[in-house]
Structures are given as structure tokens and as C-alpha cells.
């Protein structure tokens, strides 16, 4: 009876795979209790149980987010740490090629990864996939779906920076990263209002912070002093502004339909208000390419990302 109550505890958490070394099992995000969504219009008017789906695939109704830490050899630790943020539309979570396997990925290079499974839009039994979809698409306005999940994402940061020691980590480089939906969770994460709480880098893959209007974007820097000649290559390097944003990683295929406007007029906003991002924008690949092999060059988006880390996060 015991050993069928440890079983389904761990299927609560995670679905059946096969640990690896440096795997830990997921803990719980809020350990004191998680907060309440009293009044967010994603709850069901009915009792729903975390479903796990397409062979364990993908997670549904998530009730308790969890974070499971992915942690490198500590002969090649670099001391930086990345959440992960898997996308879905906020009805689900791509658990694997957007979650586990970037975290084994990073993990085999050296940084520390930790896969947030984030609150959801909640489902009633016999909802079908597409009604769900239609029902929120109609019923949410864009972002809303996110509030529980970047309060979240928020809270992993601390999880991680409060345990740095422990995991061999540096507290000041934990980033987050985050795909399509998972991409708003990352992105706003960015905005909290404790600067404190925000992470030290943001990898957005095909995803942004949604909501119109969008978060108030701070100026990158100060402004240049009175006489500063106004030809840009002329101008000194600028000095960074208080509050400003931290370093950020964009990608994107461009045949993306389901975000590519939105993720464009953001890159154009960070520009306009000084920020240079690292931002890879592929010809081809569609929404939610992942780790997945889709014969693009889209597919190498992941070992660019690590470049990046090595070099403008893990050196400085």
C-alpha cells in the first residue's frame, strides 16, 4: 500500500522516465502553500486533477508547479543557472522538447537548468483540446492566462538564488528562458517589481510578454550630456540606466504565424529604447520548433543560445 502511494506522488510530479546523474527529483515551488488564484478568470468551476498526456509528452491542469534541477558535472560547471519555461498557450506544457531535453542539454555543457512546470488555465473533465482552445481564445485576454505562472517563475528565481550554494551556482547569473507561452513567463519576469527578482538574462524563443498594451519598456541608458555630438559614431559608449532590463537571447522562424508580429514589434521596442539583444531570426521553422529536428537551420537555435551564455553571460 505504501510503495502505491510513493508511485502516485511521483506521477502527481513527473511523468515515468529514466534519471540521469545530476537529475534531482522536482520539488514543490510554494513548499508553504501555493497562493491563491481567487477570482483569475483560468480557474474551472469544478475540482481538476494534473493530466499527463501524449505518452507524457505534455502536462495538463497543473495545480502545483514543481521545479526539478538539472545539474551539471561540477567539473564542468560554469556557475550560470537557467530556468526553463516550456510553452503550450498556458492549457499545457511541452514537458520534453521544450523543458527536459534543452535542460540535458545544458546541463551536459556545464550549466545548471531547472524545468519549472507553471500553474494553467484549468480544464473540466471531457473538455476537448480545441474547445479549451476556443473557450480561452474567447473568453481571456491575452497574458492573463500567464499571471499564476509568472508568479511562478518569479518565485523559481529565489528558489534557485536562495540555494546557489548548494547547487554550485553563481546567484548573480540566474537567467530564465522560455518558449511561446513560456516565452511571457520569462519576458515578464523581466518587469518585477523588485529588481532583486529578476533574472540576470532572458532567452524568449518564440515568445514575448503578451498583453496589450505591453509591459512600459525602461530606457536602456542615461541620456547623453548636453554637447554630445549627435552622429552616432561619434557619441561615446552609453551609460547604462538604473532599472534597466538584463542582457536577453530572441529567437524566431520567421514563418511563424502564431507570434511573429508580436515578436517582432517587441524587438522593435527594445531597440527604440536602446537595447541591442542577441536575436536570431530564421528563415524557416514555425511556431514551437523546440529541440525538435525540423531540417532548418532553426534547429541549431540551441547551441547558439549556449554560445551566447559562454560568451556574454558565464565570462563576465
Same mark, same amino acid.
Given at each position: 500500500?505504501?510503495?502505491?502511494?510513493?508511485?502516485?506522488?511521483?506521477?502527481?510530479?513527473?511523468p515515468?522516465?529514466?534519471?540521469?546523474?545530476?537529475?534531482?527529483?522536482?520539488?514543490?515551488?510554494?513548499?508553504?502553500?501555493?497562493?491563491?488564484?481567487?477570482?483569475?478568470?483560468?480557474?474551472?468551476?469544478?475540482?481538476?486533477?494534473?493530466?499527463?498526456?501524449?505518452?507524457?509528452?505534455?502536462?495538463?491542469?497543473?495545480?502545483?508547479?514543481?521545479?526539478?534541477?538539472?545539474?551539471?558535472?561540477?567539473?564542468?560547471?560554469?556557475?550560470?543557472?537557467?530556468?526553463?519555461?516550456?510553452g503550450?498557450?498556458?492549457?499545457?506544457?511541452?514537458?520534453n522538447?521544450?523543458?527536459?531535453?534543452?535542460?540535458?542539454?545544458l546541463?551536459?555543457r556545464?550549466?545548471?537548468?531547472?524545468?519549472?512546470?507553471?500553474?494553467?488555465?484549468?480544464?473540466?473533465?471531457? @473538455?476537448?483540446?480545441?474547445?479549451?482552445?476556443?473557450?480561452?481564445?474567447?473568453?481571456?485576454?491575452?497574458?492573463?492566462?500567464?499571471?499564476?505562472?509568472?508568479?511562478?517563475?518569479?518565485?523559481?528565481?529565489?528558489?534557485?538564488?536562495?540555494?546557489?550554494?548548494?547547487?554550485?551556482?553563481?546567484?548573480?547569473?540566474?537567467?530564465?528562458?522560455?518558449?511561446?507561452?513560456?516565452?511571457?513567463?520569462?519576458?515578464?519576469t523581466?518587469?518585477?517589481?523588485?529588481?532583486?527578482?529578476?533574472?540576470?538574462?532572458?532567452?524568449?524563443?518564440?515568445?514575448?510578454?503578451?498583453?496589450?498594451?505591453?509591459?512600459?519598456?525602461?530606457?536602456?541608458?542615461?541620456?547623453?550630456?548636453?554637447?554630445?555630438?549627435?552622429?552616432?559614431?561619434?557619441?561615446?559608449?552609453?551609460?547604462?540606466?538604473?532599472?534597466?532590463?538584463?542582457p536577453?537571447?530572441?529567437?524566431?522562424?520567421?514563418?511563424?504565424?502564431?507570434?511573429?508580429?508580436?515578436?517582432?514589434?517587441?524587438? @522593435?521596442?527594445?531597440?527604440?529604447?536602446?537595447?541591442?539583444?542577441?536575436?536570431?531570426?530564421?528563415?524557416?521553422?514555425?511556431?514551437?520548433?523546440?529541440?525538435?529536428?525540423?531540417?532548418?537551420?532553426?534547429?541549431?537555435?540551441?547551441?547558439?543560445?549556449?554560445?551566447?551564455?559562454?560568451?556574454?553571460?558565464?565570462?563576465?
Open positions: 500500500m505504501i510503495r502505491f502511494v510513493l508511485a502516485a506522488l511521483m506521477l502527481l510530479f513527473c515515468p522516465a529514466v534519471a540521469q546523474e545530476g537529475e534531482l527529483a522536482p520539488m514543490p515551488v510554494w513548499p508553504d502553500g501555493v497562493p491563491s488564484m481567487k477570482g483569475w478568470p483560468g480557474l474551472a468551476k469544478v475540482p481538476v486533477k494534473e493530466d499527463w498526456r501524449d505518452s507524457g509528452e505534455t502536462v495538463w491542469n497543473v495545480t502545483v508547479p514543481t521545479l526539478q534541477p538539472f545539474l551539471p558535472d561540477p567539473a564542468r560547471s560554469t556557475g550560470t543557472a537557467v530556468v526553463i519555461a516550456p503550450g498557450g498556458f492549457r499545457l506544457l511541452g514537458m522538447h521544450e523543458g527536459t531535453r534543452v535542460a540535458r542539454w546541463a551536459s556545464g550549466v545548471a537548468a531547472f524545468v519549472l512546470k507553471y500553474r494553467l488555465i484549468q480544464s473540466p473533465p471531457g @473538455e476537448s483540446n480545441e474547445a479549451m482552445r476556443k473557450r480561452v481564445l474567447e473568453t481571456l485576454a491575452p497574458g492573463v492566462g500567464g499571471i499564476p505562472g509568472v508568479e511562478d517563475g518569479t518565485q523559481a528565481l529565489r528558489i534557485v538564488r536562495a540555494n546557489a550554494a548548494k547547487w554550485k551556482v553563481d546567484p548573480h547569473r540566474v537567467g530564465i528562458m522560455g518558449f511561446s507561452a513560456g516565452g511571457h513567463v520569462a519576458g515578464m523581466m518587469f518585477a517589481n523588485d529588481p532583486a527578482d529578476r533574472p540576470d538574462f532572458a532567452g524568449l524563443i518564440y515568445g514575448f510578454p503578451f498583453g496589450s498594451p505591453g509591459p512600459a519598456i525602461p530606457p536602456a541608458n542615461l541620456p547623453y550630456a548636453e554637447g554630445t555630438p549627435k552622429e552616432p559614431w561619434l557619441q561615446p559608449r552609453p551609460t547604462p540606466a538604473p532599472g534597466r532590463l538584463p536577453m537571447f530572441l529567437a524566431m522562424a520567421q514563418d511563424d504565424l502564431a507570434v511573429g508580429v508580436g515578436f517582432r514589434s517587441f524587438y @522593435e521596442q527594445l531597440f527604440a529604447a536602446g537595447y541591442r539583444p542577441e536575436v536570431h531570426l530564421y528563415e524557416r521553422g514555425n511556431h514551437g520548433f523546440g529541440m525538435a529536428t525540423r531540417g532548418t537551420t532553426a534547429d541549431r537555435w540551441i547551441e547558439q543560445f549556449g554560445a551566447w551564455l559562454d560568451t556574454e553571460i558565464t565570462r563576465k
